[in-house]
């Protein structure tokens, strides 16, 4: 949903993995690249000349460390992405974007891996955790 000159607040994007909102996230960056790879030859005058290569994709996630929503519920937090994708490998759907599919949202979607979890506290502050997906395979960009 866009605000005021089109512009996305940054709360509307969010985190799903299989459906799931992952909770409490506080912050989500999605990283797409290219590789290129080097064509140069004798006529390029020891200029170097590149090509296009390999195209990957991949998501970081923070969020707040916690075991349950205030009112003692199950959430999908980070002891779920390790027991449910890191322990068991398995590759997963993972969506960056908006999901209620109203005119004018984005959403980016595809299967990848969780690669990394690392879980912090320190002496009266917020616990965090940071997660990062791997992309495998393409990434599909959906518009409303």
């Given amino acids: 949903m866009a605000g005021p000159h089109g512009i ?5 994007i969010k985190i799903y993995i299989d459906n799931a909102l992952v ?3 506080t912050s ?3 990283n797409i690249s290219m590789d290129t790879r080097e064509s140069t030859g004798l006529l390029s005058q020891a200029w170097k000349n590149i090509v296009e290569g390999d195209r990957s ?5 923070d969020g707040m460390y916690a075991w349950e929503t205030d009112a003692g519920g199950s959430i999908y937090n980070a002891d779920w992405l390790f027991d449910t994708y890191l322990g068991s490998r398995r590759e997963f759907t993972i969506v960056f974007g ?3 599919n109203e005119s004018g949202d984005v959403k980016y979607s595809g299967k990848g891996f969780l690669t990394s979890l690392s879980m912090s506290g320190s002496t009266e502050d917020s616990a965090t955790f940071s997660a990062s997906f791997e992309g495998n395979g393409e990434l599909t960009l959906t518009e409303y």
């Fill in 8 to 12: 996305l607040n940054g709360t509307e």
């Fill in 23 to 25: 909770a409490y996230a």
């Fill in 28 to 30: 989500g960056t999605l």
């Fill in 57 to 61: 994709w991949s998501v970081d996630l």
């Fill in 98 to 100: 908006t999901k209620d």
